[in-house]
C-alpha cells in the first residue's frame, strides 16, 4: 500500500488566496483526520470523518476553513480567504476503525502564507 | 490543565545512555495510550502502544500508571538514530475520535 497521499508537499500562496490541500487516504480505512502543526500549538485537530461523513470539526479555526470528502478515497481541505497566520504544517491521517486504532500519517503539506 | 501535558525538552543525553520521559493526562477514563515519534519534518509514526501492564520492544519499554494519569518512555542504550520527537497520544474523553496527542519530548542523542 502507498500509504496516506498529500499533495502538494510544499505550497506558498500570498495573503488572500484561494488554497486547496488534497488527501487520499489508506484504501480500506473508513476514518480520516485533518491536523494543522506548528512549534506553538503543537498538533491540532481541524476535523475528522468517519465514512465520509465529518463528525467534529470544532477544530476548524475559522469559516475561512472548509473540508470535504466526496468518497472514501478522497478528502480536501480549503483555506479561502488565506492569511499568513494559517502557515503550517497541515497533515492527512487515516485509521480502521474496526478496532485498531493506529493512526496513519501522510507527508504533509509545508503551507507558507506571505 | 491541559488534556495531555509533555515536556518539551529537549533533553540532550550521550550516546548510550537510559532516558526517560513521562506524559500526564487529565481525563481518568481514558482508555488507550500511545507513543508516536516524529523526526524532523517528517509525519509522525506510531511507535508503541502502551498497556496497562507495561510492555517493551527493543530497547523500549513503556509504562502506565493510572492512579497517577501518568505514562512512561524509556529508552536503553540510545542510539543517535532516536533522535526525534516523542508525541504521547491519548484515546478516551476528548479530541479526534478520542485521540489528543500531546505536544511531543525533543529528544538530541549527542555522540
Known amino acids: 500500500d502507498a500509504g496516506v497521499i498529500q499533495s502538494p508537499r510544499h505550497e506558498v500562496t500570498e495573503m488572500g488566496q484561494e488554497v486547496t490541500l488534497r488527501c487520499k487516504p489508506i484504501?480500506?480505512?473508513?476514518?480520516l483526520f485533518w491536523y494543522r502543526q506548528t512549534m506553538m500549538r503543537g498538533l491540532e485537530l481541524l476535523i475528522y470523518?468517519?465514512?465520509?461523513?465529518?463528525?467534529?470539526d470544532s477544530g476548524m479555526p475559522e469559516d475561512r476553513f472548509s473540508a470535504k470528502m466526496p468518497n472514501a478515497s478522497f478528502s480536501t481541505l480549503k483555506i479561502q480567504p488565506s492569511e499568513p497566520r494559517d502557515s503550517a504544517v497541515y497533515f492527512c491521517?487515516?485509521?480502521?476503525?474496526?478496532?485498531?486504532?493506529?493512526?496513519?500519517f501522510g507527508s504533509g503539506t509545508q503551507l507558507s502564507v506571505l | 490543565r491541559k488534556e495531555v501535558e509533555q515536556d518539551p525538552g529537549p533533553f540532550n543525553v550521550p550516546e548510550g545512555a537510559t532516558v526517560a520521559f513521562n506524559c500526564t493526562y487529565s481525563?481518568?477514563?481514558?482508555?488507550?495510550f500511545f507513543w508516536y515519534r516524529q523526526d524532523c519534518r517528517k509525519e509522525p509514526k506510531l511507535l508503541m502502544s502502551?498497556?496497562?501492564s507495561g510492555n517493551e520492544d527493543g530497547r523500549f519499554t513503556a509504562q502506565l500508571n493510572r492512579a497517577s494519569q501518568y505514562i512512561s518512555l524509556l529508552i536503553r542504550d540510545s542510539k543517535l538514530s532516536d533522535s526525534a520527537t516523542y508525541l504521547c497520544?491519548?484515546?478516551?474523553?476528548?479530541?479526534?475520535?478520542?485521540?489528543?496527542f500531546g505536544k511531543g519530548t525533543h529528544l538530541i542523542i549527542q555522540p
Open positions: 502502551v498497556y496497562s
Open positions: 497520544v491519548v484515546l478516551g474523553g476528548g479530541g479526534a475520535d478520542g485521540l489528543t
Open positions: 484504501s480500506g480505512h473508513n476514518s
Open positions: 470523518f468517519n465514512n465520509n461523513v465529518p463528525i467534529d
Open positions: 481525563n481518568s477514563a481514558s482508555q488507550s
Open positions: 491521517a487515516s485509521k480502521d476503525r474496526g478496532g485498531n486504532e493506529k493512526l496513519f
